[in-house]
């Protein structure tokens, strides 16, 4: 179904950046393969915003600063559940910067996530906690942008838990799954996937949005 954009959607650009593509240290499968696709895509929208995972050193997610974890491991911080990664996305490092293809010039703003050491950030809307804002919601309402087009890394982290709070916080979402990618840890793809079923949550293709 072809969706048609208007000035108040916005394109929300999550984490295309170094080490979550090829080579970096917590690539996801393809992850580069979005970028020409995400170019083209921003290219149609008046708005885009780009979030940047931006990790202290040692943060309390990385496997690294859990003594006897390894990466993957799920272990139950004081807000839930987490996953344990390998150390990215550090901050002022090679692998915190976003891909050298990624080419939006008229982004006109960066929500940086995760630089809080004791909690992890998938969410564009909130913490890992689910309460902690980001203060996106507030800007996107200032702006009048009502219906958000999300792309990005990762389908299964990231993008859906940005997709998830954005429904909850009141925007039409929208998840171009084509300019995405997942990591699918233990069926987390499947996993999103239902969860945007179930919020009703649209995923079109690419060539839908016009």
């Known amino acids: 179904m072809a969706e048609k954009i208007t000035d108040s959607d916005v394109l929300l650009v999550v984490d295309v ?12 499968p393809g992850g580069d393969e979005i970028v020409p696709l995400v170019n083209r895509l921003a290219g149609r929208f008046q708005h885009v915003i780009l979030t940047q995972d931006w990790h202290p ?8 600063a859990n003594p006897g974890r390894q990466p993957f491991e799920v272990v139950t911080f004081p807000y839930g559940p987490q996953v344990l990664w390998p150390d ?8 915190a910067a976003f891909h050298d293809g990624l ?13 809080r050491r004791a909690i992890d950030s998938y969410s564009a809307f909130f913490e890992n906690d689910r309460t902690t804002p980001t203060g996106l919601a507030g800007y ?6 009502s219906r958000i087009f ?18 909850r916080c009141g925007f039409d979402i929208v ?20 969860a945007f079923a179930e919020r009703e949550i649209a995923a079109i293709a690419a060539d839908d949005v016009t």
């Not at 050193?57 to 690294?64: E, G, N, Q, R």
């Not at 990215?88 to 692998?95: A, F, I, K, M, P």
């Not at 080419?103 to 630089?115: D, T, V």
């Open 150 to 167: 999300l792309a990005g890394l990762a389908l299964d982290f990231c993008v859906r838990y940005s997709a998830e709070d954005g429904h």
């Open 140 to 145: 996107l309402r200032e702006r009048g942008l």
């Open 88 to 95: 990215h996305c550090v901050q002022e490092t090679r692998g």
């Open 17 to 28: 950046q170094n080490d979550f593509c090829p080579g970096g240290s917590l690539a996801v």
């Open 57 to 64: 050193p040692a943060h309390s997610s990385f496997a690294s």
């Open 175 to 194: 998840v171009v799954e084509e300019a995405t990618r997942g990591i699918d840890l233990n069926g987390s793809v499947d996993a999103a996937r239902r």
């Open 103 to 115: 080419h939006i010039p008229h982004a006109e703003l960066i929500i940086r996530k995760g630089y």
